[in-house]
């Protein structure tokens, strides 16, 4: 995946994003949210396999997923690194009903060393784009991938309030 992305040397946005490119992502990738996102965006007509139950905010939100999964790349990992936090999967004993769908599967943001849960509330995200952006949110409140892992107290309350203006931007 990378070496499409970069024979063109710019990254895929959601315009450019190509059925080709969504099906690439699909074959390659180990995020099952990222394969999720890949049916919704690829169901077309009366064969689709989600037809009924998709609606537009949906596709369009499964499209920017996609469009970040494309340009980081997929490698058959389930650990990542971003902005010195490591990224990390995780497995539930017990399925949980988000946005509706059953989810047993998603994203620890832990320290660099991989040992400890730097989010707040113990947290965790659904894809990694979104354990992306939550490091990005968590590093501009205040928080660190090593000890001191908060600067101050506020840290947890900027964070939730930071991750609420970007759901809301992302909607």
């Known amino acids: 995946m990378k070496k ?8 895929k ?30 169901e077309t007509g009366a064969g689709g396999v989600l037809e009924s139950k998709i609606k537009d905010y949906q596709r369009v939100a499964a499209i920017d997923r996609l469009v970040v999964v ?17 990224i990390v999967s995780v497995e539930f004993h017990q399925a949980y009903y988000v946005d509706g769908m059953f989810i047993r599967s998603g994203y620890n943001v832990c320290s660099e060393d991989g040992l400890i849960n730097a989010m707040p509330g113990a947290c965790w995200f659904m894809t990694i784009a979104d354990a992306m952006r939550g490091v990005d949110c968590l590093i501009e409140a205040g928080g660190a991938p090593r000890p001191p892992y ?15 203006a970007a759901r809301v931007k992302s909607v």
């Open 70 to 86: 494309f340009n980081t790349g997929c490698a058959p990992r389930v650990v990542t690194r971003h902005r010195d936090f490591t």
């Open 13 to 42: 946005t959601a315009d450019t994003l190509s059925v080709a490119d969504v099906r690439h992502v699909f074959e390659t990738s180990s995020d099952a949210s990222a394969v999720r996102d890949c049916v919704r965006v690829l």
């Open 4 to 11: 499409e992305a970069q024979i063109g040397g710019v990254p």
């Open 150 to 164: 908060e600067k101050d107290e506020g840290v947890a309350d900027r964070f939730w309030a930071l991750m609420k």
